[in-house]
Each structure stands twice: as structure tokens, then as C-alpha cells.
């Protein structure tokens, strides 16, 4: 059955339940489990809005503030993105969710051989600040927040940001973007890394201490869980893994003298949702209660709201199956419930096209319709925490602590994270994980309705957002246009300081902003970095 | 003599760094007793050819999840003909669309298995097709 271990008995009945992160659920909970657990609501949940924080970081949960919505958007050109920008927004969309093609995720320009068949596939195609002036025309900055889903070249991209709106005259302390910075996540997970893992994980401190100083509203790291949990591991492990990550961009910033205190309430998180309904929920409860916790008693953070677990809980992409499409409306709602329950603060779904492609519009809207039937019309908003107190939530809850812990410290007992992700040893241990998953699907262990049961029906083909040829020419073509009419001398004086500035290990923030007003392109600045700190190496894993 | 172990490469090009289907297959065909090249990501066609040349591999296995699949294959394949590896056996795997399958198999790319297809399939595929087989 579902994304849990089933037993059954010979007449089909369930005869034991265990969930992916290894905690085996029980036919019936009652009183006696929370007196098992020693259960205390002071201790272990507290008030909404109060330390722990087990229930909500808000007192009154989504009555006081309604979740934001944040699809992910960006297509082709600069022009097109704009285009869905708006519509998005006009259909009552909250947020930004920027995607980029997989060259600017890399740091090369549209015209370097390297781009070649992938320029704005993926996502929209960035060269130079001219594109993001294209991209955020008459969206208004100081109200509409941004993520901006880049790693590698996150820093680029944040002052990139800042450049655009100065431009359209905004200031820089009322624009919010949340660039997804999360570097370890990518060597782990995603993939999209170039530089070695010190000088990169450098370069997330120097856009957290610049975003402290400059930026007040912006969250300058979104550290993802979420693209770890794709890879395979299990829900557990996805909060081990993203915390510990977090505590290693912590400590790079602490080790220049700051205190965690003082910038750490800028973090956010990037979790998934997929799989078993109770153990996502009590993952969430967890989560926030760890959080709060270990930066208090690991970096004595005391600010209340500086020990909020932020973020996006967003409806995973591996749960989502090509086979029979329509599928994935249903399932899409059941994760947003799921992200209802769960108290998420931001929100998006994968759409039921994403085992295609990045959604079509038609399929990107459907999913925010389904985020406005939760909260409009089935009451979702009526009251915090609402399975709180549930002797089996509860349970679960705690179940889950305990399991984030455990493997928080094998990772700890390695060195912490920088050194569990050079050696290989996170990444071995999710590619075991997705193997194994992967196998118990096939064998029909782990039911996926569609795929390996159910199977009768009628295979949809979806429509595709098709990739356009012209795009790439059009955007190479703007591209050298803009070398032609740039002051040259102006981009190569900024890219020679940025230089300067990346060897002597200063901060390279108010660098690449220069760089970015004198329109150097991306390309050029993550090539100083390239020349400067060298490239990432994966370890074998085999 | 024992039979010699069917070799194959597997390789993730271009710039898409999504390689849990790339390492999950690398996991099922070393269970079924074939050695396993993982060239690990973004790789260039040249590079993935070089590879193959080296390595004496059967067959080349790519994994493509950006749906940039048709040019890459484009250009394996053409460059597979200009060397003379027109024995190597390839199939591709990732995100493709049905309408694709056409494109790529008139390209010679004899083995299509887009995300969710049995491991047993691929295996058998391979043992079925692999040169000397």
C-alpha cells in the first residue's frame, strides 16, 4: 500500500504499518500512549506562536495571516516569464517562485557552448541585469516577495535582484527576495554545483552577512530539505540533513565574529510533501520544535522570532507519476492538505504535468486553485494546529523527534555536514534509500495507485509547454547586443575588483552589485569565481 | 572460459543535475552482474564518447531529465558513427514524452525508458541487445 511498509494477513487486513523514517504505527492510540511519551503541552507543544512553537510560529495560525502562494514560474525569455508573472498575480497568485535555465543555474552565458539546447528550457534565461529588467517590469518589488530558485550563482543572482530594483527606484531595504542558496543541497540532491565545497559554502556566508546588513528583508538562504527528500531519502533524514546543513552556513557566518542571533532569523527552510499524510504533518510539528530548540541551546539564540522555522512547505515532485497524469490533481490536493495541516507559511505544488516539464499554464493554476479551495472555501483557516492534542499526532510527533536526532548525530559524529557531503557519505546513504524505495515499488510492496495497481484506465498524453528554438536565438542575440553597447571598461574594472575581492576572501556582495550595474554578464562573473576558486569534483559514491 | 561481464556507461550530460534515476539504475544493473561506469554529471557528448572509447564499454546508457534529449542524442549518435562505435548499444533514459520515442529510435538510439520503467526491463533489454549477445 501507500508510501509506508504494509503488512497484511492472509484476508487483506493490516496487520503492521511502517512508515518510511522507520516508526511502526499502531491500529489504535489512546491516552495511555501520551503518558508513555510523558506527554506535557507546556514542554512539548506550548501555546501557538510560543516557544516551541511545536504548533504554529503564529498565535492564530492562518486567521491572522493567510499562507503565501509561491508556483513555480519562469519560462523561455525574459519576456514570457513576465508575461506568467502577472497572470499569476492576477489570478490572486502571492509570490514569486523564479525558475532558471539550467545555463544560468550554472553560471554560462546563453551564447557558451555549454548552453547548447538548454537555453530558457527549464526555466527563464538570465544573462544580464537587462533580463531581470525585462523579467520584473511593473511588478511591484516592495510588495510581491521572490524566490529565486539559483544555488551556484545565488550571490550573482541576490545582487542582481538589488540592482533591479534600485533601478526601478525602489530601496534596497523594502525589496524581499529569497534567493535558494543552499549549495550542500545541490551537491546532495540537485546537481547544480560548480565550485568546490569551501569557497561555495563561503559565498552563502558572504550573501547572509551582506543580506544582515543591507538587505533587512530578505531571507538570503532557503535551505532545502525538499531536494534531498526527491533524491530519496526518508522524511526523517530530510530534516536531519537541512538542519545540519543549515548549522554549517551558521557557523561560517559566526566565525566572523557575528552571533547566530543576529542573522539567523533570516533563514528559511524548503521542505517537501509527499507520502504518508500523518508522518508529513507530525514531520512539520517536529521540525519547528527541533529547530527553535537546538538554535537555542546550540547557538543560545534567545529572540523569539529569530527561532522561527520559516519556509516553503511545497508539494513534491516525486510523488507525482507520468503514468495516468489527472492523478496528480488529486494527489496535489491531498499534499496542499497536508501543507494545511501542517501550518505551512508558504506554499506551492508541483503540478500534475511536472513529471513532463515545468507546469503549463493551465496546470500551474489548477494547483493555486487548489490552495484557495483549502483556505476560501473548506475552512483550513477556522483554527490553528487543528490535530494537536490527537493521541496519535502527538505520539508520532515525538516519534519523529526522536528519529531526526538520531540521525543528526551520525552526521555530527562525522564532522558536520561539509565534511558528510566531501566524503560522499550523505550521498551514498539517499541513493541506498531511493534504491530500495524504488525496488519495493517495482515489486508492488509500496502501492502507487496507477503505476502498480490500478493501472486500467485511460493514459492521458499532457499537453506540453513546448521548448521554442527561438527563444535561444533571440536571447543570444540580446546578449551580444549588450556586450556591443556596454561600457566595456566599466565591466571589466568591476569584474577585475570582484576579482581582487574573491582572492583576499572579503565579501563579495557589494562587488558583484557593481557588477551587475555595469551589466557584466552572468557568465563573466561566475567565470572570476571559476578562475578564482577552481570547480567541485564529485566524489565516487559507487 | 566465464563469459565476460557486459560493461556499460552511464552517463549524465549536459547540465541537468537530477541523478537519482541515473544512480538507482547504476544500483539495479550491478545487481544483475553488469560493471557499471557512472561518469557522475555534466558531461559533455565528447567527453561521454571519450569515455566509452576507454572504458571498452557495450553500451551507452544516458540520462537526460532537462528534455533536451533529442539534440543530445543527436549528437552522441552522430559522433558514435564518425568513430566507428556503431556497435556500442544505447538507450537513454529520463523524462521523455511518447511523441519522442520516433525521433530518438529513427536516430538509432535502440532503447527508450523514460521515468518509471522496470529495472527488469532495462536488464533484460541490455542482455537482450548488448554486442555479442
Known amino acids: 500500500m501507500g508510501v509506508a511498509t504494509y503488512i497484511k494477513d492472509k484476508k487483506d487486513a493490516i496487520k503492521e504499518v511502517i512508515l518510511q523514517s522507520g516508526i511502526k504505527v499502531k491500529p489504535v492510540y489512546t491516552p495511555d500512549d501520551l503518558e508513555e511519551i510523558g506527554f506535557d503541552y507546556q514542554k512539548d507543544l506550548g501555546d501557538a506562536g510560543e516557544f516551541p512553537f511545536t504548533r504554529s510560529i503564529h498565535p492564530l495560525g492562518f486567521r491572522s495571516r493567510n499562507w503565501t502562494t509561491r508556483q513555480y514560474t519562469g519560462f523561455g525569455t525574459p519576456e514570457e516569464t513576465n508575461e506568467r508573472f502577472k497572470l499569476m498575480i492576477s489570478h490572486g497568485q502571492t509570490g514569486l517562485n523564479v525558475a532558471f535555465d539550467l545555463p544560468t543555474q550554472m553560471g554560462y552565458d546563453s551564447d557558451d557552448e555549454m548552453a547548447e539546447g538548454e537555453v530558457g528550457r527549464v526555466g527563464m534565461a538570465v544573462d ?70 569551501e569557497p ?62 543576529e542573522f539567523v532569523g533570516s533563514f528559511s527552510f524548503n521542505l517537501n510533501i509527499y507520502g504518508n499524510l500523518w508522518e508529513t504533518v507530525a514531520k512539520f510539528r517536529a521540525a519547528r520544535k527541533l529547530w527553535a530548540k537546538l538554535l537555542r541551546d546550540r547557538y543560545g539564540v534567545q529572540d523569539k522570532k529569530a527561532l522561527f522555522l520559516r519556509g516553503i512547505f511545497g508539494g513534491g515532485g516525486s510523488g ?17 492538505l497536508a501543507a494545511a495541516l501542517s501550518g505551512a507559511q508558504t506554499t506551492a505544488l508541483c503540478s500534475f504535468d511536472e513529471a513532463y516539464t515545468i507546469p503549463t499554464e493551465r496546470a500551474a493554476l489548477l494547483s493555486l486553485r487548489t490552495f484557495q479551495i ?58 541506498r534509500q531511493a534504491y530500495e524505495f524504488e525496488k519495493k515499488i517495482q515489486s508492488g510492496e509500496i502501492t502507487k495507485v496507477g503505476v502498480n495497481k490500478y493501472t486500467e484506465g485511460v493514459d492521458m498524453e499532457v499537453e506540453l509547454h513546448e521548448y521554442n528554438d527561438e527563444w535561444a536565438k533571440l536571447q543570444i542575440d540580446r546578449l551580444r547586443k549588450l556586450r556591443q553597447e556596454r561600457d566595456n571598461t566599466a565591466v571589466s574594472r568591476s569584474l577585475k575588483a570582484l576579482e581582487q575581492a574573491a582572492l583576499k576572501k572579503e565579501n563579495v556582495m557589494p562587488y558583484l552589485v557593481d557588477c551587475c550595474k555595469a551589466y557584466a554578464t552572468v557568465g563573466e562573473m561566475a567565470n572570476v569565481f571559476r578562475d578564482v576558486f577552481g570547480e567541485y569534483r564529485e566524489p565516487g559514491i559507487f | 572460459m566465464e563469459k565476460r561481464k557486459i560493461r556499460v556507461l552511464l552517463a549524465k550530460p549536459g547540465l541537468d543535475g537530477h541523478d537519482r534515476g541515473a544512480k538507482v539504475v547504476a544500483l539495479a544493473m550491478r545487481e544483475a552482474g553488469m560493471e557499471v561506469i557512472y561518469t557522475g554529471l555534466h558531461q559533455t557528448v565528447a567527453s561521454i ?85
Open chain 1, 128 to 197: 544580464s541585469l537587462r533580463d531581470f529588467e525585462i523579467a520584473f517590469k511593473d511588478i511591484q518589488l516592495n510588495r510581491i516577495g521572490s524566490g529565486l530558485t539559483i544555488n551556484a550563482v545565488a550571490s550573482v543572482m541576490l545582487a542582481m535582484y538589488q540592482s533591479v530594483a534600485e533601478g526601478f527606484g525602489y530601496q534596497k531595504t523594502e525589496i524581499s527576495a529569497t534567493p535558494q542558496n543552499d549549495i550542500l543541497k545541490e551537491i546532495v540532491g540537485r546537481g547544480a554545483w560548480i565550485y568546490p565545497v
Open chain 1, 320 to 336: 507525482m507519476t507520468k503514468q495516468q497524469p489527472e492523478n496528480n490533481i488529486m494527489r496535489g490536493a491531498y499534499y496542499a
Open chain 1, 374 to 431: 483549502l483556505m476560501d472555501e473548506i475552512g483550513l483557516r477556522d483554527t490553528v494546529d487543528p490535530l494537536a492534542g490527537s493521541y496519535f499526532m502527538e505520539t508520532l510527533t515525538k516519534q519523529m523527534e526522536e528519529k531526526i536526532l538520531e540521525e543528526m548525530e551520525k552526521v555530527e559524529k562525522m564532522g558536520g555536514m561539509v565534511e558528510a557531503v566531501a566524503s560522499g557519505y550523505v550521498q551514498r546513504e539517499v541513493g
Open chain 2, 49 to 133: 564518447v571519450n569515455q566509452a572509447v576507454q572504458e571498452d564499454v557495450d553500451v551507452i546508457g544516458l540520462s537526460i531529465m532537462s528534455g533536451a534529449h533529442i539534440p543530445i542524442c543527436s549528437k552522441l549518435m552522430g559522433m558514435i558513427k564518425e568513430q566507428g562505435l556503431d556497435n556500442k548499444l544505447v538507450a537513454v533514459g529520463g523524462v521523455i514524452p511518447n511523441k519522442d520515442v520516433p525521433t530518438l529510435k529513427g536516430m538509432g538510439v535502440q532503447g527508450i525508458f523514460p521515468g518509471g520503467s522496470y529495472f527488469n526491463d532495462i536488464v533484460s533489454f541490455i542482455e537482450t541487445h548488448a554486442p555479442g549477445r
Open chain 1, 200 to 261: 561555495a559554502v563561503r559565498l552563502i556566508g558572504d550573501t547572509i552577512e551582506y543580506a544582515m546588513k543591507e538587505l533587512p528583508r530578505c531571507n538570503p538562504v532557503s535551505v532545502c530539505g525538499y531536494h534531498i527528500r526527491e533524491s530519496g531519502c526518508t522524511p526523517s533524514q530530510e530534516i536531519s540533513y537541512a538542519f545540519m546543513i543549515a548549522f554549517a552556513y551558521i557557523d561560517n557566518v559566526v566565525a566572523r565574529g557575528y552571533r547566530a542571533e
